[in-house]
């Protein structure tokens, strides 16, 4: 111990000894993982990462949705099992019961994180600029610039979205030090939020490319998703979820001023739909299109069509995407979730009879109208459909999908494949295409 106490006074004598100034200059020193604003915008690498960083809210459309935002495990399509609450799973099982209250944990916290993303993208806009000399063109720059811009509207609209009026002070960066008057700013209206959106993202898209020509670049913000953003943004203002909720007609700010229109604007369906239709034209300029593949005799297979549009990527040929992401590290473990045990999944997540029902038959007829107080269902005569027993021959349609039954039984030649076999349940024969794919059944 007294070795060390040795070093100590010998260090701290150095230190006096020396000049004032240099032993000052030494512990002044910034440690050297602390950059700048200048440093990183001084840089290409440590710009792009920054943007990297406002992007870095954008949900998954898996985990994200399914799990995190829990927007689907919310509906009444799919179940899971208790047993996974202590994985954590807990406030996923608690929207499945309606067990969630506004005390309850919401790990995306749309009210505190995505304005986090959103100061860094004005912050960006602020301080990014061009360094030709690094690649970082004019534009180069000005293209990340509105990237960054697409990002700050579509968070403002994953926000009014989930909590309608929001506290709205588009484009300024409040410093840190501000008082705390500046800081707390009060709600503004509904449509004032949608009305800003609308006119951005229609800025955003006569700038942004429609697609990217190096695939490197997947999953960055495009005209097409700003267009599609803008579409969904003005449909939700045109529904009664905010256009003349009488729930919401009595909502005002701390001025005073009311938050939502009290009596529905028939008017902002026709913007909506314009929005839609200037989407619909702007993508099948960009080569935007549905996907298909074919049969051996030209026909399109619409099991194949449907099964590899979730599948394939866009360099691929799977036009259909309008909203990348650029990975989706948990793709096999969220398979994994929803494959029986014994082809290697753990069978957790079920789908509910009524989404079975749901589907459509081959004929193109409803199977289902609706249910009868005991629960039981109304089924179309016209449909065709078969409540109960045991199918008496293997069904084929053409197509290439595998799915339906041995290989053994499939005609090559004439593209003629099972899709269900001999003894199958009959409320699972003469579905529709979406079904065979979608859901798996017991002897699938």
């Not at 600029?129 to 690094?134: I, N």
């Not at 866009?314 to 793709?331: A, Q, T, W, Y």
Request: glycine share 8%; aromatic share 14%; charged share 20%.
């Amino acid at each position: 111990m007294k070795k060390y106490k040795s070093i100590v006074k010998a260090v701290l004598l150095s230190c006096t000894l020396a000049l004032t100034t240099s032993c000052n200059d030494f512990l002044d020193k910034a440690p050297d993982d602390q950059l700048t604003m200048e440093m990183v915008f001084s840089d290409k690498i440590r710009t792009e990462d920054w943007l990297a960083g406002v992007y870095s809210s954008v949900p998954s459309p898996m985990w994200g949705y399914f799990k995190a935002q829990g927007y689907n495990i919310m509906g009444d399509d799919i179940t899971i099992p208790q047993d996974w609450s202590p994985y954590g799973w807990g406030n996923v099982y608690a929207y499945t019961t309606g067990n969630w209250s506004p005390i309850s944990t919401w790990d995306p916290y749309y009210w505190v994180e995505l304005h986090k993303r959103i100061r860094s993208g004005l912050i960006f806009l602020q301080e990014a600029k061009v360094l030709p000399e690094k690649d970082l063109t004019e534009s180069y720059v000005n293209q990340m610039k509105y990237e960054v811009r697409f990002l700050i509207a579509y968070y403002y609209s994953l926000m009014i979205e989930l909590y309608g009026a929001i506290p709205f002070t588009p484009g300024v960066l409040v410093s840190v030090d501000a008082p705390e008057s500046e800081m707390m700013t009060s709600q503004r209206p509904y449509a004032e939020v949608v009305d800003w959106i609308d006119k951005e993202l229609l800025e955003v898209s006569e700038h942004l490319p429609a697609v990217y020509p190096n695939n490197t670049d997947w999953g960055r913000a495009t005209s097409i998703m700003a267009l599609a953003i803008r579409a969904k943004t003005l449909l939700f203002a045109a529904s009664p979820l905010f256009n003349g909720n009488p729930d919401l007609k009595d909502w005002k700010n701390s001025e005073g001023e009311f938050l939502f229109d009290a009596e529905a604007k028939p008017e902002r369906w026709e913007k909506a739909a314009k929005a839609h239709l200037d989407l619909i034209k702007a993508a099948e300029a960009a080569g935007h299109k549905l996907y298909y593949e074919y049969n051996v005799d030209g026909s399109i297979d619409p099991f194949m069509s449907y099964y590899n549009m979730s599948l394939k990527r866009f360099s691929e040929g799977n036009k259909e995407i309008l909203f990348g992401r650029p990975e989706n590290v948990d793709l096999n473990y969220w398979q994994a979730h929803h494959l029986p045990k014994g082809i290697g999944g753990n069978a957790a997540m079920g789908v509910t009879q009524e989404l079975v029902d749901a589907f459509y038959m081959k004929n193109g007829e409803m199977p289902i109208l609706g249910y009868n107080e005991d629960g039981s269902p109304i089924i179309n005569p016209e449909s065709g459909y078969v409540e109960n027993g045991f199918s008496t021959n293997t069904e084929y349609r053409t197509t290439k999908w595998p799915g339906g039954g041995p290989s053994n039984l499939a005609n090559k030649e004439t593209g003629v494949s099972p899709v269900t076999e001999e003894g199958t349940y009959n409320m699972y024969c003469n579905r529709e295409p979406r079904f065979y794919v979608s859901v798996i059944y017991n002897g699938a």
